[in-house]
C-alpha cells in the first residue's frame, strides 16, 4: 500500500497517529481492546473525535477500568464508534453541522460558540490533526452514548 508523503513526512493512519501524538495513548489502547484497530488502519476515511489522556482521566473513577474488562467489550465499542464519523472532515466541513451522525448510530450535537467548536458537549482542543485515512480531532471529554433500552 502506498503511503502519502505530507512534506517528506510518511503519513500514519489513524491508529498510528493517535500512538505518536502521546496525548491520546488511552483512547488508542480503548480501540485495541474493542477490537476496531483493523478497521481503523483500513483504506475507509474517517474522522475520529478522539478524548485526551486528560480527558479520561476525569471519568468516574473506575468507569475506565470497567470498560476495558472483556465482559464489557460491547459497551467500549459502541464508546468508541460514538467518536467516530464516516468520511474525512475537517473542523470547517464539522461546524457546519448541527449534529454528527456517529458511526455507534447516534447522533452527537455539534455546535460552534465563540469560534469553539463542541460536539457533545466535548470542545475541540486539539483540531485538524490530518492521519492518512482520516482526521484527528483531539476533544476535552468522553462523549458517552446514551444506553440503549434492552
Known sequence: MEMQQKEGLVQQNLVGTLRSNHTF??????IDKAGLTASLNGSDQYTLFA????????????????LLEPSNKDELTALVNYHLVTGRKTTADVGKWKSARTVQ????????????????GAHVVRPDIMARNGVIHGIDKVNIPESKPH
Open 25 to 30: 495513548g488511552t483512547f488508542a489502547h480503548a
Open 51 to 66: 478524548p485526551t489522556d486528560d480527558a479520561f482521566s476525569a471519568l468516574p473513577a473506575g468507569t475506565l477500568d470497567r
Open 105 to 120: 448510530g447516534q447522533g452527537a450535537p455539534v455546535t460552534v460558540a465563540d469560534g469553539q467548536l463542541s460536539i457533545g
